[in-house]
């Protein structure tokens, strides 16, 4: 079966880093991407990887190792305004997307 | 603005009435997706169009229907609503079917089923 695992709950401390790892198994691979969800509202796109390696953008980085089945999302200068959960998808062989349950990022002052 | 519309923004409904769930996209998007999210369970494909006039079963198909006529719209019906039915919809779009582009989403329709 096709499976992608993240935390479920995460805190961090306003102004620090975190990372968000995700680890997936699925039938072949053609791309991860993060979104992010704040409450209530609907997903909005954060980063894709299709290659192995770490893609910056801004305060978020994303990385990937197909190899190890394996990425994470690193958000640095931590605002209150990231507190939100985080999805992992994963493009399958059929093209279609996987989802993680998500991870619940809590930042505290 | 461009963007996803969809209505409603929430519905409540019956055991066994049928219901249509609308979204429209401004984008001239050719792929369009709906997906079913439940607390502590990733985004559920539902259905998916990768082009006007064609469909395909998603992962959790059963009691849902269909409908692309045209480039804008992408319809989702329960044609017998049950409780288990209760979620939140998202209808989602992407340029191309299969490429590296992401989905944009609509701001999703909550649904109970009593």
């Known amino acids: 079966g096709q499976n992608i695992d993240q935390p479920t709950e995460m805190t961090a401390t306003e102004g620090a880093i975190v990372q968000i790892n995700c680890t997936y198994q699925?039938?072949?691979?053609?791309?991860l991407f993060w979104y992010q969800q704040h409450a209530g509202e609907a997903p909005t796109f954060l980063s894709y990887?299709?290659l192995d390696g770490l893609e910056e953008k801004g305060r978020f980085s994303s990385f990937l190792s197909r190899s190890k089945g394996y990425s994470y999302l690193l958000l640095k200068e931590l605002q209150m305004k990231d507190s939100a959960s985080y999805l992992c998808?994963?493009?399958?062989?059929?093209?279609?997307?996987?989802w993680g349950a998500g991870t619940k990022l809590i930042i505290k002052p | 603005i461009a963007g996803i519309t969809q209505a409603p923004t929430s519905q409540i409904l019956a055991a066994g009435r049928r219901m249509t769930l609308r979204c429209t996209q401004d984008?001239?998007?050719?792929?369009m997706y709906w997906y079913r999210q439940d607390l502590g369970l990733g985004l559920r494909l539902i259905h998916y169009?990768?082009?006007?006039?064609?469909?395909g079963k998603g992962e959790v198909p059963d009691g849902y229907s269909v409908s692309r006529a045209n480039t804008d719209d992408f319809p989702l019906t329960l044609a017998s609503a049950v409780p288990s039915q209760t979620s939140v919809y998202f209808c989602?779009?992407?340029?191309?079917?299969?490429?590296?582009?992401?989905?944009?989403f609509g701001p999703g329709t909550r649904l109970t089923v009593l």
């Open positions: 998808a994963v493009r399958d062989s059929n093209y279609q997307l996987i």
């Open positions: 699925t039938s072949g691979f053609n791309g």
């Open positions: 990887n299709v």
């Open positions: 989602a779009s992407s340029p191309v079917a299969g490429d590296t582009n992401e989905q944009f």
């Open positions: 169009s990768n082009t006007a006039g064609t469909t």
């Open positions: 984008m001239r998007h050719n792929a």
